[in-house]
């Protein structure tokens, strides 16, 4: 199981990236396979790739790290308020933020400052298992949970996705029932109102 593949992107034409459920991030050259380097994480943990393909943000529980993929190093590395659990990331769309979705709360970071802008509790709901960022302001959390970071308010929720994912703006939800197998919608959101 600490060797099924979490978290898969690929950096450029030659360069791929894995996350194990163990917590080992590994650089690949491609299509060779050969490795080039790793880092530590902790069990569980899904990285992210920013936008511009420069930095994996990480996280190993107690830390939040960026790690620069062209120097093979850890660039940024701050402590975390306490310990997380199953550390989701993701960037947003404009890469100036980092998520992070661990069980019981969501947390937000600028990566100008590494100054942890937002700590919101789940309050009893489960935000484990997926995080996406549809605009700068808004965090899709656990799949179905549209939270506004900076009010710290949870806006909707969505339930009947199997799969989702945000890009360019727009969040793709896959859906299936009875009566049409493999629906597919998409939605920008926030919906502007």
């Not at 093979?72 to 993701?90: D, F, G, V």
Request: contains cysteine; hydrophobic residues 40%.
């Amino acid at each position: 199981g600490d060797k099924d593949v979490m978290w898969a992107e690929f950096i450029d034409e030659e360069t791929l990236a894995f996350s194990s459920r163990g917590g080992r991030v590994a650089l690949w050259k491609y299509p060779e396979m050969t490795p080039i380097c790793y880092f530590e994480t902790v069990s569980g943990a899904v990285p992210a790739l920013s936008p511009d393909r420069k930095y994996i943000a990480f996280s190993n529980g107690e830390q939040l790290g960026l790690f620069d993929v062209a120097q093979h190093e850890i660039a940024l590395q701050r402590s975390t308020p306490s310990k997380l659990q199953w550390p989701y990331l993701a960037f947003s769309p404009s890469g100036k933020r980092i998520g992070c979705v661990a069980f019981d709360k969501v947390l937000c970071w600028d990566i100008e400052t590494g100054e942890l802008l937002q700590e919101i509790p789940a309050n009893g709901s489960n935000f484990h298992g997926q995080i996406d960022f549809p605009h700068d302001n808004f965090l899709l959390a656990g799949g179905k949970t549209l939270i506004d970071i900076d009010n710290q308010l949870k806006l909707w929720h969505y339930d009947g996705a199997e799969q989702l994912h945000t890009v360019g703006g727009w969040t793709f939800m896959a859906a299936t029932d009875g009566s049409k197998p493999g629906a597919l919608i998409a939605a920008q959101l926030p919906h502007p109102a």
